[in-house]
T-cell receptor, first 119, second 110 residues
Framework: EAGVAQSPRYKIIEKRQSVAFWCNPI?????LYWYQQILGQGPKLLIQ????????DSQLPKDRFSAERLKGVDSTLKIQPAKLEDSAVYLC?????????????????FGPGTRLTVL | SQQGEEDPQALSIQEGENATMNCSYKTSINNLQWYRQNSGRGLVHLILIRSNEREKHSGRLRVTLDTSKKSSSLLITASRAADTASYFC??????????FGDGTTLTVKP
């Protein structure tokens, strides 16, 4: 079974430029997550999709970050314009959606991440 | 702030010793999960424990959950150099919201 794919793996841009990341989740996974992981910290959830609807985007800086999940499969995360503090690894994860109490829970499968450096 | 907080932040042990790391959280959860992250890689799921469970085993891993204290522990027995990684707990609410802590960095010296 193929895992979660992300591209690019690395990106270096200057501040105020734009950047986009792409994620292809595991086939059949209804839930897709984007996380920001700053060096030395845990992943911080930016946005969570259930199929192509947004479940949680409370920590997404909406003035500069946007995300979409077309047809409930692939997803893109965009930053425009980038700031120095956006330097981080952007992780995409997917999971089977399981209501509380059912077998399977919501184990997340992570992609390798995109390391963004903003100069 | 993150709901899950791991303790200690860093742990260094000799190969063959046991490693214990703890996670505390603040609100009610549906389940709690532990993940491992090797340097420069994505996270890998290790084990999930539900709110109505108290202990779970998987190979050399043992996880406990105390919902009255809002805490969990991960024990790795007979550690190996390959266990060197960062370990994160993630709490999950009934609504499916996941929150990760800042992790424990484990170094196992050969």
């Amino acid at each position: 079974e193929a895992g979660v794919a992300q591209s690019p793996r690395y990106k270096i841009i200057e501040k105020r430029q734009s950047v986009a990341f792409w994620c292809n989740p595991i086939s059949g996974h209804a839930t897709l997550y984007w996380y920001q992981q700053i060096l030395g910290q845990g992943p911080k959830l930016l946005i969570q999709f259930q199929n192509n609807g947004v479940v949680d985007d409370s920590q997404l800086p909406k003035d500069r970050f946007s995300a979409e999940r077309l047809k409930g499969v692939d997803s893109t995360l965009k930053i425009q314009p980038a700031k120095l503090e956006d330097s981080a690894v952007y992780l995409c994860a997917s999971s089977l959606f399981s209501p509380e109490g059912l077998a399977g829970g919501n184990e997340q499968f992570f992609g390798p991440g995109t390391r963004l450096t903003v100069l | 702030s993150q709901q899950g907080e791991e303790d200690p932040q860093a742990l260094s042990i000799q190969e063959g010793e046991n490693a214990t790391m703890n996670c505390s959280y603040k609100t009610s959860i549906n389940n709690l999960q532990w993940y491992r992250q090797n340097s420069g890689r994505g996270l890998v799921h290790l084990i999930l424990i539900r709110s109505n469970e108290r202990e779970k085993h998987s190979g050399r891993l043992r996880v406990t959950l105390d919902t009255s204290k809002k805490s969990s522990s991960l024990l790795i027995t007979a550690s190996r150099a390959a266990d060197t990684a960062s370990y994160f707990c993630a709490t999950n609410t009934n609504a499916g919201k996941s929150t990760f802590g800042d992790g424990t960095t484990l170094t196992v010296k050969p």
